[in-house]
């Protein structure tokens, strides 16, 4: 019973040696082109906010993650549209 499997393992890892790609390895991450550091420090508050309202359930953390969320929607827009402008 071993020994089919151990073939078998062998059969599986060669082929996938020679068929699979081999994974590419990301060195540089993509990071965040154009946005300014404001408004990743933002994005960030309203990752955390929206856990801390998921844990909780509460309004009161609904309501800050609510303003959060807008003001980086806010952001973006305004940067959106100074980008479109210089153009």
């Given amino acids: 019973m071993e020994l089919g499997r151990r073939s078998s393992h062998d059969k599986f890892t060669s082929l996938s040696e020679k068929f699979v790609p081999p994974k590419k390895l990301n ?13 990743v420090k933002e994005i960030k ?18 309501q800050v993650y609510k303003f959060i969320r807008n003001r980086v929607v806010q952001l973006i827009r305004n ?6 402008r210089r153009s």
């Avoid at 060195?27 to 408004?39: L, Q, W, Y």
């Avoid at 990752?47 to 309202?53: D, G, M, N, Q, S």
């Fill in 45 to 62: 508050k309203r990752e955390k906010a929206w856990i801390r309202y998921k844990s909780s359930g509460s309004d009161r953390h609904w």
């Fill in 79 to 84: 940067m959106t549209r100074n980008n479109i």
């Fill in 27 to 39: 060195s540089a991450k993509r990071g965040n082109r154009g946005i300014s550091k404001e408004t």
